[in-house]
């Protein structure tokens, strides 16, 4: 499970895009979302751009763990059809160090 980090932001967006798509080839198609507690627009961005890639690879990406914040900006920007974000409460497993992505600027 790719497990992110406390923020993704505009700031960091870019280095945890990339390293998110790193993990995607690696076949990862589960995404943590509940140790996040800043995010911004640009978080709503990484995850699309996520979903692209793994529907190119015949992938459908899991996002769980999504807080308030960032499910009410997927709704809000009226992508919730393309990125299915389970609540925090849904998030199960561990977060290890090596899953986890972390970029704080």
Do not use: F
Not at 42 to 68: E, K
Not at 81 to 99: E, F, H, I, K, R
């Amino acid at each position: 499970m790719l497990s992110l980090d406390t923020s993704l932001t505009n700031r960091n967006a870019a280095a945890v895009l990339r390293d998110g798509l790193a993990r995607l080839a690696q076949g990862e198609a589960r995404v943590d979302c509940s140790g996040l507690t800043q995010v911004d627009s640009a978080a709503v961005a990484v995850l699309l751009a996520w979903q692209r890639d793994a529907a190119s690879r015949g992938q459908s990406l899991a996002i769980v763990g999504a807080p308030a914040q960032l499910a009410d900006l997927v709704k809000l920007y009226g992508v919730d059809s393309l990125l299915q974000v389970a609540p925090q409460a849904v998030a199960t497993g561990t977060q290890g160090a090596q899953g986890t992505i972390s970029h704080r600027h």
